[in-house]
């Protein structure tokens, strides 16, 4: 099997208080959602800076939604690619930055910033599952998935079927996603079961500090 390069895809957006973590304003306000929502971009990006150190060839993209490549540049630096999400809904989108990632002959795994568990050993396990898979994903315990990647061999057409007919914000993605998979016939790995910060009560699996 030919060895591939690997691609991290970081979906996120820009910290516009009312627009982001919205699930949490009605117990921090809006700028407290936002200013959570900028301290998990922190982490992961922490947690990142040391996988991509220590894995020559590994390439991280940031792919936004919402504001300008100029915006994101000012909040995050201009040390990364930043990619703007292009599609209408939410699967179109992630399709898309996935498809990308392999016309580039990259396995690419595509990752949100609401995970404060994803961390090296996951992205390492996660990579190399895709050495004898054709998907691997990162359950959530809320029903969704934290982590989604693809060979860089899949078809387009297979890789766009993955996203379609999901209830995406509900506790049925996962299940619904690996129907999908199963429709397709694709070998599919899935990786160790981690939280999401989406509501208060998560709140207890971040070490969150309230905005000043």
Sequence with gaps: MPSFQKLVILFTRYPVAGECKTRMIPALGAQGAAHLHRQLVA???????????????TELTIYFDGDSHQQ?????????????????RLGQ????????????????ILIGSDCPGINRSIL?????????NDIVIGPAYD?????????????????????KQ???GTNIVLSQT????????LRYHLLDKLHDIDTAEDLKHFNYCPHP
């Design 124 to 132: 390492d396990d996660a990579f190399e599952a895709l050495t004898h």
């Design 72 to 88: 994101m540049q000012d909040w995050l630096g201009s040390s990364y690619i930043y990619k703007k999400q292009q599609g209408e």
């Design 43 to 57: 982490h992961i990006l922490s947690e990142m800076s040391t996988f991509l150190s220590a894995r020559n060839g």
């Design 143 to 163: 029903g969704g998935y934290y982590l989604v990647g693809v060979a860089a061999d899949i078809q387009p057409a297979a890789c766009k079927q993955l996203f």
């Design 93 to 108: 989108r992630m399709a898309e930055a996935l498809i990308h990632g392999t016309s580039k002959g990259k396995n690419p």
């Design 178 to 185: 690996l129907v999908q998979i199963k429709k397709l016939n």
């Design 166 to 168: 999901i209830s995406w």
